[in-house]
């Protein structure tokens, strides 16, 4: 019986070893050595408030504003409208208190189906396209090539990553900025603060079904086994990060799907980047795109793959590059 119970053992440490081998070499031969940064024609242009055709400035030119706002949107047309009042009230209010404070608001229409750029060109026409700007991509690319692209067309001192659905309070803006100036001297002017929700686990665990709870707590075991350690909430959409950093860690990140903030955190500490995990009013807002299940199953591919390509050397953090 223990000859045979050893015989299984062997088996499955055989079994194993040979999946992980395979997913490791998967992993390998489908890598693409250099993220996917070009641009389509028509994406390096915006349409300023006459419907006119302007290029779109550089993430490498000098900054020329204090805080850029990039919002991913994919047919966001109804939730859209309430994230863009709070984020402009707040914004040209501060304004009116510190004429100094300069911003403008990206929206990254992400090959929406539906009315999103329209909408959005609606605010790019109140307010003036120098401070609401809209950019259009051919093609659906996922949440992270939209802030990518928004982040590379950004001209802030200090880029801000927001979602369109506005779940987080845009005054908690100055909490992230708070975290920011506290990670000072920013090495190579380079720090990123992080908005968490992990203060509001236990009360989002009592709303959540049990599937969904140790769904949530398998995701965070693979991100800390994997990817990225000390940050507890990886996944809220409110990220702040000086310009320097916003250049270096996007321009080395591959992911265009959910998972990307785990790889643009990777590559942050794996370049020594300070981060801060602030702590934000959050709620949660109906219409959410994520599928629980099948979402999750493609993040956790992503994480492992994340890994596995680094490890492997078949990605690679990139030195400073130009897009094209």
């Given at each position: 019986?223990?000859?045979?119970?050893?015989?299984?053992a062997?088996?499955?440490v055989?079994?194993?070893?040979a999946?992980?081998?395979?997913?490791s070499?998967?992993?390998?031969?489908?890598?693409?050595?250099?993220?996917?940064?070009?641009?389509?024609?028509?994406e390096?242009f915006?349409?300023?408030?006459?419907?006119?055709?302007?290029?779109l400035?550089?993430i490498?030119?000098?900054?020329?504003?204090q805080?850029?706002?990039?919002?991913?949107?994919?047919?966001?047309?109804?939730r859209?409208?309430?994230?863009m009042?709070?984020?402009l009230?707040?914004?040209?209010?501060?304004?009116?208190?510190d004429?100094k404070?300069?911003?403008?608001?990206?929206?990254v229409?992400?090959?929406s189906?539906?009315?999103t750029?329209?909408?959005?060109?609606?605010?790019?026409?109140?307010?003036?396209?120098?401070?609401?700007?809209?950019?259009?991509?051919?093609?659906?690319?996922?949440k992270?090539?939209?802030?990518?692209?928004?982040?590379?067309?950004?001209?802030?001192?200090?880029?801000?990553?927001?979602?369109?659905d506005?779940?987080?309070?845009?005054?908690?803006?100055?909490k992230?900025?708070?975290g920011?100036s506290?990670?000072?001297?920013?090495?190579?002017?380079?720090?990123?603060?992080c908005?968490?929700r992990?203060?509001?686990?236990k009360?989002?665990i009592?709303q959540?079904?049990?599937?969904?709870?140790?769904?949530?707590?398998?995701?965070?075991?693979?991100?800390?086994?994997l990817?990225?350690?000390?940050?507890?909430?990886?996944?809220?959409?409110?990220?702040?990060?000086t310009?320097?950093?916003?250049?270096?860690?996007?321009s080395?990140?591959?992911?265009?799907?959910?998972?990307?903030?785990?790889?643009?955190?990777?590559?942050?500490?794996?370049?020594?980047?300070?981060?801060?995990?602030?702590?934000?009013?959050?709620?949660?807002?109906?219409?959410?795109?994520?599928?629980?299940?099948?979402?999750?199953?493609?993040?956790g591919?992503?994480?492992?793959?994340?890994?596995?390509?680094?490890?492997?050397g078949?990605?690679?953090?990139?030195?400073?590059?130009?897009t094209?």
């Amino acid at each position: 019986m223990a000859s045979l119970l050893l015989q299984l053992a062997g088996l499955v440490v055989a079994l194993a070893a040979a999946a992980l081998i395979l997913v490791s070499v998967i992993a390998f031969i489908t890598a693409t050595k250099m993220p996917p940064h070009h641009r389509h024609e028509e994406e390096k242009f915006f349409l300023n408030a006459k419907g006119q055709k302007e290029t779109l400035p550089s993430i490498w030119d000098s900054p020329t504003k204090q805080l850029s706002v990039v919002v991913p949107s994919y047919n966001e047309e109804k939730r859209l409208p309430v994230m863009m009042d709070e984020a402009l009230n707040y914004l040209e209010e501060r304004q009116k208190q510190d004429p100094k404070f300069t911003f403008e608001v990206v929206v990254v229409d992400d090959g929406s189906q539906d009315q999103t750029s329209k909408v959005a060109l609606k605010y790019s026409q109140k307010y003036g396209s120098d401070k609401v700007r809209v950019v259009t991509l051919v093609r659906n690319r996922g949440k992270g090539g939209a802030v990518r692209m928004g982040v590379f067309s950004s001209r802030g001192e200090k880029i801000l990553m927001a979602d369109a659905d506005g779940a987080t309070k845009f005054p908690d803006v100055e909490k992230l900025e708070k975290g920011l100036s506290a990670l000072q001297p920013w090495p190579d002017q380079m720090a990123i603060a992080c908005g968490s929700r992990a203060h509001l686990e236990k009360e989002s665990i009592a709303q959540r079904s049990y599937f969904r709870t140790l769904l949530m707590y398998g995701f965070h075991f693979l991100v800390w086994f994997l990817c990225v350690k000390g940050i507890r909430d990886t996944q809220c959409g409110f990220k702040l990060l000086t310009r320097e950093a916003a250049a270096r860690t996007f321009s080395s990140l591959h992911i265009e799907r959910w998972a990307f903030d785990v790889e643009l955190l990777y590559i942050a500490q794996f370049l020594n980047i300070p981060v801060a995990e602030v702590a934000v009013n959050w709620t949660e807002i109906d219409g959410s795109k994520l599928v629980p299940f099948w979402s999750w199953l493609q993040m956790g591919k992503d994480l492992l793959f994340i890994r596995l390509r680094y490890l492997m050397g078949a990605w690679k953090i990139e030195p400073t590059r130009k897009t094209s």
